[in-house]
């Protein structure tokens, strides 16, 4: 086979990244679409708000339950992405387990994904069960039917299939280590995969290699579709919430921002000695339109908000108007807003 699954690899790997960041373009160009907005302010606080919230996930530890259980899937986010790197380092080149040098830290790295595998599945099952068994009413609103419901499930599944592939990869390696095969050096810790390993103790040095080989293509292949997802899925979140959070609003929460055309009109009210029916001064501006009909109308925060949003339905569960049951639900504009963005 020579140099043939590298050069595989490595086709993969431009068509995966490229078609990503074709898509990224192409958000980029639709947040465009917007109003200029008013991004400036400190920005060494903008790096802190940011830091805080979308890489400290302090926002998460309000709901104890699923904070929880969203920090764990989020660090097997992070922390799995050392491991892809040895993965595509391993592909390009051949070579296998390329930071095993690393020795110690190796083994504690690997140890310590293989643990945070097994949280992350046992976290999405209990994602599932709330969605699907428990059926909490703020994932069960009308605008969560079709695709909205599809995509959650989705990548709860997506999540599930990748560290199966990730642990049964590294079980398939362990117990080719076990034998001592040629390429397969004593490298990296299995606390978890080594109880699969003892299903595969029976299974042949060929059976054993084509399964760890195929968990590994199978594994980067998934990661790789996962990354060309998200901008199709809820979970575009995962990467925007970094310009998100930097781009957030600055100001103390609540405080109002004073509709210049509004105070107009009310002191053109206030004041007896206007009329309002004088003609505007010639060399008057048009006036500005009032409120939004189109995404055209909103600033491009508001967009890149529109595109952030989780769907997760808190806006719309706290919602003074959608608990008495009218039919406003924020969390259906913001889902709106992206969609309209789309079909502009
Ligand atoms: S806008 Fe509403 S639904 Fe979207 S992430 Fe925020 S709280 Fe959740």
Redesign the pocket.
């Known amino acids: 086979m020579g140099i043939l699954p590298n050069i595989l690899f490595v086709l993969a790997l431009i068509l995966g990244i490229g078609y990503f960041a074709r898509n990224i373009r192409k958000i980029i160009r639709n947040i465009r679409l917007g109003k200029a907005a008013d991004v400036t302010g400190p920005t060494a606080e903008r790096w802190k708000n940011m830091a805080r919230i979308a890489l400290g996930q302090q926002k998460m530890v309000v709901r104890p339950v699923s904070g929880f259980l969203h920090i764990i899937v989020y660090l097997g986010f992070i922390i799995i992405n050392i491991e892809v790197l040895e993965i595509i380092i391993d592909g390009v080149f051949g070579t296998h387990r390329i930071f095993s040098f690393l020795g110690g830290f190796y083994d504690f790295l690997i140890g310590s994904f293989e643990i945070l595998a097994l949280l992350v599945i046992v976290s999405v099952v209990i994602f599932w069960i709330r969605r699907n068994l428990l059926k909490l009413q703020r994932f069960w609103k009308p605008e969560m039917k079709g695709w909205p419901k599809k995509d959650a499930d989705l990548i709860l599944y997506i999540e599930v299939i990748l560290m199966g592939l990730f642990l049964t990869m590294n079980a398939a390696d362990f117990r080719l280590q076990e034998m001592g095969v040629d390429h397969y050096n004593q490298a990296g810790a299995f606390p978890v995969s080594s109880y699969i390993a003892g299903w595969m103790s029976a299974w042949s040095e060929t059976t054993l290699i084509a399964v760890e080989r195929v968990a590994w293509w199978f594994h980067i292949l998934g990661i790789l579709f996962f990354l060309n997802y998200l901008y199709y899925s809820k979970h575009l ?1 995962i990467l925007l919430a970094f310009p998100n959070t930097y781009f957030g609003r600055l100001k103390p929460q609540g405080q109002f921002n004073n509709l210049e055309s509004v105070q107009k009109e009310v002191a053109l009210m206030m004041d007896p000695n206007a009329d309002p029916f004088a003609p505007p001064a010639e060399d008057a501006p048009p006036p500005e339109k009032f409120g939004a009909s189109d995404v055209m109308d909103l600033n491009q925060i508001q967009l890149l ?1 529109a595109y ?9 569960s706290e919602c003074p108007a959608n608990q008495t049951g009218k039919k406003l639900s ?2 259906k504009i ?1 889902m709106d807003t992206r969609d309209r963005l789309e079909e502009v």
Not at 308 to 316: A, I, L, Q, V
Request: aromatic fraction near 0%.
């Open positions: 979140h908000n952030t949003c989780t769907e997760c339905g808190r806006c719309t924020p969390r913001m």
